[in-house]
């Protein structure tokens, strides 16, 4: 099982960290020992001192698949959940500076705390019309609908296979919205999918 992410994937969000729009989609690879499920908490590393919450739509793999078609994507998923890409904004800066990988900054252990998988058919949503916010000790911090990715997960989804073979499990990171922001210790993180609350995570 892989976890492949999008990065730069809304507009407000590449303003809000001074980034240029992608022509392609921008990706990058979690572990699986990045996930943390079932509601388990975070425990902030000593490693770094600025760690950002990015809260994003997950879509799961339900059929392998190569140099897949925009117009047969639809027919590799059937769930989505919500996810925290947390990243470790200090050590991304220095390897942005350096035009190095963002490997330590993105995947390292506990960074993707994940929700229960949904499947679209019960949501009753087409998958780039899914509204979704992030809590932060009660205050949203982040709301956005899925119109408004610059690439759909369709085109997402074809454009990974053209690179890499998908498998059914596999998850993608569809990418943040704007209102990223830090997170400490103490801080209590709520995902809310179409008005549910699916994600929970606090930090220790
Ligand atoms: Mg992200």
């Not at 099982?1 to 990706?27: D, F, W």
């Not at 000790?137 to 989804?157: C, L, R, Y």
């Not at 990974?160 to 990223?180: E, N, R, W």
Request: with cysteine.
């Amino acid at each position: 099982m892989k976890i492949i992410c999008v990065g730069r994937n809304y507009e407000q969000h590449i303003k809000e960290l001074s980034n240029s729009r992608p022509t392609a989609p921008v990706l990058f690879l979690k572990p699986d020992t990045a996930l943390v499920k079932g509601g388990e908490a975070f425990y902030y590393p000593d490693f770094s001192q600025h760690i950002d919450y990015e809260c994003e739509i997950v879509v799961k793999i339900s059929k392998i698949g190569k140099s897949i078609p925009v117009s047969c994507a639809k027919n590799h998923y059937e769930e989505v959940a919500l996810g925290l890409d947390l990243t470790c904004r200090d050590l991304q800066e220095k390897e942005k500076e350096k035009s190095l990988p963002w490997t330590l900054s993105k995947a390292f252990d506990y960074s993707a705390p994940i929700s229960e998988f949904f499947s679209l058919k019960e949501l009753g949503k087409d998958i780039q019309d899914l509204n979704f916010s992030l809590l932060k000790n009660g205050n949203i911090v982040q709301k956005a609908n899925t119109s408004q990715m610059i690439f759909s997960v369709d085109e997402i989804i074809s454009y990974i296979s053209q690179f890499i073979s998908l498998k059914v499990g596999d998850l993608i990171f569809t990418g943040t919205p704007a209102g990223v922001g830090p997170i400490k210790i103490g801080d209590k993180l709520v995902g809310v999918l179409e008005g549910k609350e699916i994600l929970k995570c606090e930090i220790k």
